[in-house]
């Protein structure tokens, strides 16, 4: 028994190849349905499954047949036949034996049968249509271009090294990232819909769905979640993703928290977003390696301000061109927070300006540009 899948059909796991690759992370076992009408494709792990289904072009099958083979193996077979103009699959007892018109060439895979009425069957039969019915009823969330930009903005700022923080808050008209070496609050020139926040002025979205974003919303950015938007489902022409995020962790700031944390007094300083990259740029290969590379700010008033890293292997001192400080202060932070923040804000306005407030007692510095606000923490000396 076979089946015949065309080039255009297999260039759809193509497009997916990223997808695929991102998510076998976290889906580990690979299982497949083979019908005289379609080919379907699931991954399935602790935290979910996904599913592809695309239309088969010939077949001698008179009937489903379940199976699953290595799903790192199937991806490369994939591949070597990348250039043919279809493949057939061929069921034997103990192989799949994988072919294509176009070549002698065959790649056999170790093979895995499954019965109709077997866990894995039913689970690639029912288990996203019956999901999908769970939590249609819940929250409708469509994921606009600015909402995943922003979002994507906030987890960029996420490293293994500073906290247990692994999600990002999404509110009406912003978008905030909070830990210890920082908060952003990223406005959103669109509200999302009221009906969205009765229970929170946040939903908490995990940094794996952020990242799935890129993947999915191209071809659908419209989401279902469930009740505390820890679970999603997500369909387009040919696939579905059901997924439950791991233990989503966040600390924010209320307003009132957020306003008491900002700097009090009246010193600041206002630059080019790119004048301050340059100046970064500039320590670029004298840090050693450490949990943080700090950079300290030196301004005084009415004069200029200075960058400055000192450590007992060397010691830099750069100065911000034509910028000048309202008040004398001195503070350091951690350069590589600072760097992913303006990178991100020069992307979205290489001609932006960024005001820099600091004062000599408060926890942090206030950083703020168009539609931003980050407050990004002091190191001790």
Not at 73 to 91: D, N, P, R, T
Not at 123 to 145: A, C, G, M, Y
Not at 183 to 193: M, R, W
Request: hydrophobic share 40%.
């Amino acid at each position: 028994m076979n089946i015949t899948l065309t080039r255009d059909n297999l260039n759809i796991f193509k497009t997916e190849t990223k997808l695929l690759n991102f998510l076998s992370a976290f889906f580990t076992r690979a299982y497949f349905k083979a019908t005289p009408e379609f080919f379907r494709l699931m991954l399935r792990g602790q935290y979910g499954v996904f599913q592809t289904t695309i239309p088969a072009a010939t077949t001698t099958l008179d009937k489903p047949i379940y199976f699953s083979v290595d799903f790192n193996k199937w991806q490369i077979a994939l591949q070597k036949f990348e250039g043919s103009s279809s493949i057939v699959l061929e069921f034997t007892p103990n192989l799949l034996k994988i072919t294509s018109p176009d070549s002698s060439d065959v790649i056999n895979l170790g093979v895995l049968y499954f019965k109709e009425d077997s866990p894995e069957a039913i689970v690639l039969d029912n288990f996203l249509t019956s999901k999908r019915e769970e939590i249609s009823n819940q929250h409708r969330l469509t994921f606009t271009p600015e909402v995943v930009d922003a979002l994507n903005f906030a987890d960029s700022l996420f490293t293994s090294s500073t906290s247990q923080a692994n999600s990002v808050g999404l509110g009406q008209q912003d978008v905030i990232y909070s830990d210890r070496s920082a908060v952003l609050k990223i406005s959103l020139k669109d509200s999302l819909p009221s009906e969205l926040f009765t229970d929170s002025d946040y939903i908490y979205i995990h940094s794996t769905t952020i990242k799935l974003l890129n993947y999915l919303t191209p071809t659908s950015n419209e989401f279902l979640f469930n009740s505390d938007f820890g679970t999603f489902y997500w369909e387009d022409f040919n696939s579905a993703i059901y997924m439950v995020s791991s233990d989503r962790k966040i600390a924010l700031p209320s307003d009132e928290e957020f306003q008491a944390i900002l700097p009090q007094g009246n010193g600041y300083f206002s630059t080019k977003l790119a004048s301050l990259k340059l100046g970064l740029d500039f320590f670029t290969g004298f840090y050693e390696g450490s949990m943080w590379k700090p950079i300290t700010f030196k301004a005084e008033k009415s004069k200029e301000v200075l960058l400055h890293y000192h450590h007992p292997t060397a010691e830099i001192t750069k100065e911000l061109d034509g910028v000048e400080g309202t008040e004398d202060g001195i503070f350091t932070v951690d350069s590589e927070t600072l760097r992913k923040i303006i990178t991100k804000l020069l992307l979205n306005d290489p001609e932006a300006t960024l005001k820099v407030s600091y004062d000599e007692d408060g926890p942090g510095v206030l950083l703020e540009a168009p539609s931003c606000l980050a407050l990004v923490s002091k190191l001790e000396d």
